[in-house]
């Protein structure tokens, strides 16, 4: 039900009082009204249905859930970890524990049942690093998400998203404003579209070659309203990417990234900006990625100033996802 701010102290604790308040479900504030979630109707009372409930976590003991489903020595193998992309769960399932993924699948729309899908996780393969899921719960693999006051349209079993590059794409979000940007790996527009949001450039040529991943790029910068910043380009950065235009260049692609350093600071005027995504040993981070920079940039006849390193996420055992922030100058 929808209360005016002042009013909403009060009506929470009569909702308690009468056995009606949904403690499950978060109190959220829309502008000069508060949202009090209840478990059912109260006649008289202003009630709306809302479009995304925002839910307390509550401690998942899957194992709990799923002992007298699945034999007692293979509940240590279950998962301990997963994420949710709007209404889509995505979550590794041991291969020993594949005859009880449909198990494993419905306890987990049991815990989140504002989510109606689940998918098994079996990595990344092909030319366009496409994602390798299967249904093993529910039906609808598109699905909308939202963060940082941003939608992301995406099928979670066809294109990537990671929630470990959260704290970037935030970062990212902060950067551009009145700039020229080139974002070479543009995807489904995971730093173009935060970037256009809050930091308004002048424009970002948003470089995709994945069929898919760029069909959803033209959605979210539909729905995100920044057609007048953003233009979607379906192609290879190797031919699509400008020369000598650019204030700031995106290189959001990880492992084959140093395949494409030539064309990325090309793109960028002296003094411009490179942010240059690459998977490393963890024994040899930041050098691996820096002399990578820097070797790039001395055979362009141009040199790279290091300003920033840092570590996006664990990609695998032994292996760091970086980003390495330089300034290219003539």
Request: one cysteine or more; charged letters at 25%; a positive charge.
């Amino acid at each position: 039900m929808a209360v005016d701010k002042s009013d909403a102290d009060r009506t929470i604790k009569e909702m308690v009082s009468l056995g009606v308040f949904d403690k499950d479900r978060k109190v959220t504030k829309k502008g000069c009204h508060v949202e009090i979630p209840v478990v059912r109707s109260i006649p008289g009372c202003n009630m709306v249905l809302q479009d995304e409930s925002a839910f307390y976590r509550k401690s998942i003991d899957i194992a709990q859930a799923l002992q007298d489903l699945i034999p007692k020595d293979s509940l240590s193998l279950l998962p301990r970890g997963w994420f949710i992309l709007g209404k889509v769960i995505v979550v590794k399932i041991h291969p020993m524990l594949c005859p009880y993924e449909r198990h494993i699948g419905q306890a987990l729309l049991d815990f989140y049942p504002r989510c109606s899908t689940v998918l098994s996780d079996d990595g990344i393969a092909g030319t366009f690093r496409e994602p390798v899921r299967r249904i093993i719960a529910g039906c609808d693999t598109k699905t909308v998400h939202k963060e940082n006051g941003v939608i992301f349209h995406l099928d979670a079993s066809q294109v990537m998203f990671s929630p470990g590059n959260l704290k970037e794409r935030m970062r990212m979000s902060r950067m551009g404003r009145d700039e020229y940007v080139v974002d070479m790996f543009a995807g489904i527009g995971y730093f173009t579209i935060p970037m256009a949001v809050h930091s308004r450039p002048q424009k970002i040529l948003a470089i995709e070659l994945n069929p898919n991943a760029y069909h959803y790029l033209c959605k979210n910068i539909s729905q995100n309203h920044v057609q007048d910043i953003v233009e979607p380009v379906l192609g290879d950065c190797a031919r699509a990417t400008p020369k000598n235009a650019a204030d700031r260049v995106l290189m959001g692609m990880v492992q084959i990234t140093d395949r494409y350093l030539e064309y990325g600071i090309s793109a960028l005027k002296p003094g411009g900006i490179l942010h240059y995504h690459q998977t490393i040993p963890s024994w040899r981070y930041p050098d691996a990625a820096i002399c990578e920079i820097s070797d790039a940039a001395l055979k362009l006849g141009r040199r790279a100033e290091i300003l920033k390193c840092i570590r996006v996420k664990k990609y695998s055992p032994g292996v760091e996802h970086v980003v390495v922030d330089a300034r290219i100058d003539a």
